[in-house]
């Protein structure tokens, strides 16, 4: 069988799998490696009170050295049809570029990952010489609990030890080869309260005004800079996301205030680290308040060596471009493979991923197909 790059990233698009529903995306995938000799598990888990996830994870050899590729086939809703030019889950081809939600995002990066696969392994004259892998969650766009970090937990169980990892994540700007990455920020989600006194705004002695407390606090955390950046990271970064009262009345001093922030963090800090920072900006302001604090994940890098060379060496060769080694952007199942071996991302475009009419050129899934294949070769070439 030799895969249709164009109607396999199709028939991925087709399936709605809106977090957490698979909708028949994992068992495509499932299929066509079966075809091509991998021995395939189904992982679903529901734990922590979320919705059952559907996971898969695929390997062909038993030996090292172990390469993986892995993904996610879960979409963000497409949003209001009615601002597509086509249905999102009804993939359309238009002058060159395909259509369809989780077209960058990665559904064509997956389906990129198999050909490559398939490619790799037909042109091997002799037993592959180490093992090849995918791991493939359907809740990356969610919540992240039930999927890459359970499924990795199953394989440590397992005895299933990766050596190298890349993600396919759209990583590129405007341009294919333009930029992989070997890390992320982490982040972090702040929920701040301040209680007062409610009253009537025109007696305000009566009265304790929150507000006016709050927006000193937050001038005290966000007015410093947390630091410059460091070597392969962009300075960390406060978000004021939201500020909140609920207050409906236009005369009335409400009795709480809360305000929300967004927190990016370099490898400067850890989260620990950062949450004291955090707490000391707002003990010096002497306001009594309430703080939760959410990681999401903390920065990670893999520094440049052995995957980062052959990636950027097989870009280049494909797309004649130098790709840039970045840490921007946001978080990825990345952080959670990080604990186990080298990873880094490249995959489409991102220009359109998350939009609507996301879209992505033909050209570049096959020129990606091409770069991944690359990979493999040069990655067990220099392993053997």
């Not at 030019?85 to 395909?98: A, G, T």
């Not at 970064?237 to 207050?247: L, R």
Request: glycine residues 8%; negative net charge.
């Amino acid at each position: 069988m030799t895969i249709d790059l164009v109607e396999l990233s199709k028939d991925l698009i087709r399936c709605p799998s809106i977090t957490p529903n698979e909708a028949g995306a994992i068992g495509i995938l499932e299929e066509k490696l079966l075809s091509m000799g991998f021995n395939c598990r189904r992982l679903p888990f529901a734990e922590e009170g979320m919705p059952s996830v559907e996971n898969l994870y695929a390997r062909i050899g038993s030996e090292s050295p172990h390469f993986c590729f892995a993904g996610h086939t879960d979409v963000v809703p497409p949003g209001d049809n009615k601002d597509w030019i086509s249905p999102p889950f009804e993939p359309e081809v238009r002058e060159k570029f395909l259509f369809g939600r989780g077209a960058a995002d990665m559904k064509c990066a997956i389906a990129a990952m198999v050909s490559a696969a398939e490619m790799f392994l037909k042109s091997e004259n002799k037993k592959l010489q180490g093992s090849i892998s995918f791991l493939i969650t359907g809740d990356e766009e969610g919540p992240a609990i039930n999927g890459t970090s359970k499924v990795l937990e199953w394989m440590e169980k397992s005895g299933e030890v990766i050596d190298a990892c890349i993600v396919g994540e759209p990583t590129n700007p405007e341009n294919l080869g333009e930029m992989i990455k070997i890390g992320r920020r982490g982040s972090m989600n702040i929920e701040l309260r301040v209680e007062g006194i409610q009253g009537h705004s025109a007696y305000p002695h009566l009265a304790d005004n929150p507000i006016h407390r709050l927006i000193n606090m937050m001038t005290g955390l966000i007015a410093t800079p947390l630091d410059g950046g460091s070597e392969f990271f962009q300075p960390s970064d406060i978000q004021v996301t939201t500020f909140d009262v609920g207050n409906l009345a236009t005369n009335v001093i409400p009795a709480r205030a809360e305000a929300r922030c967004n927190v990016r963090f370099n490898d400067l800090h850890s989260s620990d680290s950062l949450i004291k920072v955090i707490r000391d900006r707002l003990d010096a302001t002497g306001i009594a308040y309430n703080l939760n604090v959410r990681v999401s994940g903390e920065s990670f890098l893999t520094k440049p060596g052995l995957l980062s060379t052959i990636t950027s060496e097989s870009v280049n060769a494909l797309t004649g471009i130098e790709p840039v080694l970045s840490t921007a952007g946001g978080t990825s199942d990345a952080r959670f493979i990080k604990e186990h071996c080298p990873v880094v991302e490249f995959g489409l475009c991102n220009e359109t991923a998350h939009k609507a009419n996301e879209c992505v050129r033909i050209d570049d899934i096959f020129t990606l197909a091409e770069i991944y294949e690359n990979i493999l070769v040069r990655y067990f070439s220099e392993k053997s």
